[in-house]
């Protein structure tokens, strides 16, 4: 495959191919590290990239492979990290100019958990000031664009995430979310964000008085890659007081259980499957399939179409929810405005972003 196809590989996908000695973390790395340095000016995705730390990763992280050493469940997959979560040594400044000069001392949980998966951090991306709104601009970095049409924005507040996951610089990005801060970009960029049960991915430091609702938070282009990550940054941390247990669930091996559960669970509803849904499609919201057209990150809807932001009807991509409430995620891929004419985010006809 090519540079670009590579870019929009699955990271379930990329940790198969570098666990099979198909594909080298410094290719994958060197990839997205190109295309960030082609596209990243016209997005304002990334605020900082490490290029020659995370190559060094790589060459470590190959190395590793090639000896036969114990991987991780990230091992040698690039990912962003929003830069409101410390990563120890590097600068965290919220996108406020108050916080320009602040080094982080140690790693926040969830970045802890990834670099122990393996993951390859290549850069921190953009956020409104202190996360406090639903776009993505400040007075220190500017602003971060849609990727389908730059004139829009990505949502917020992990809108610099999403513009980098929907664009090919990453197949990964950690955010968070308190109110909707990875749920609005996921929408507007058709995306996966997933906000977990609050306590299940422990946040250290405190979200500066808004520890009851903040949320660390997984996004993704795919419902597997979203679980896969979850994995990695779920579990206790004494460091947070509202941390929950750990909960002994493998989130990706979730994804294969069937819709509704075996264990004697009711059909589950998916977002937007509601009569007007069925209106539109002609089936009834109790059938399965008429519910969800785009299930476990099958990117065609149900007439053979992409089901990229900007569609005329509300699509789930998102077939999976556990009645116990462990796991429920799904994504939003665009919504509909008045007019019809697709929503207060993006609309169809400025192409595809992953053609950069």
Known sequence: MDATDLCFTSAVELVELIRRRALSPVEITRAVLERIDRLNTRLGAYVMVHAERALGEARAAERAVMAGEPLGPLHGVPISIKDNLWTAGERVTY????????????DAPSVAGLRAAGAIFVGRTNLPEFAWRGSTDNRLFGESRNPWDLTRT???????????????????????????????????CGLVGFKPTFGRVPMYPAAGGNELVAHVCPLARTVRDVALMLNAIAGHDRRDAFALPDDGVDYLAECHEPLGGTRGGTPVRIAWSGPRLRARRGGDPRDRRSRCSCVFGDRSDSRGGHSGPGRSERDSENALRRRSGRLACWSLRGTEGADGSGAGCVRRGFGEPHRG
């Open 154 to 188: 990505p949502g917020g507040s992990t809108g610099g995430g999403a513009a980098a996951v929907a664009s090919g610089l990453g197949p990964l990005a950690l955010g968070s979310d308190g109110a909707g801060s990875i749920r609005i970009p996921a929408s507007f």
């Open 95 to 106: 996108g406020s100019r108050l916080l320009a000069g602040f080094v982080a001392q140690e």
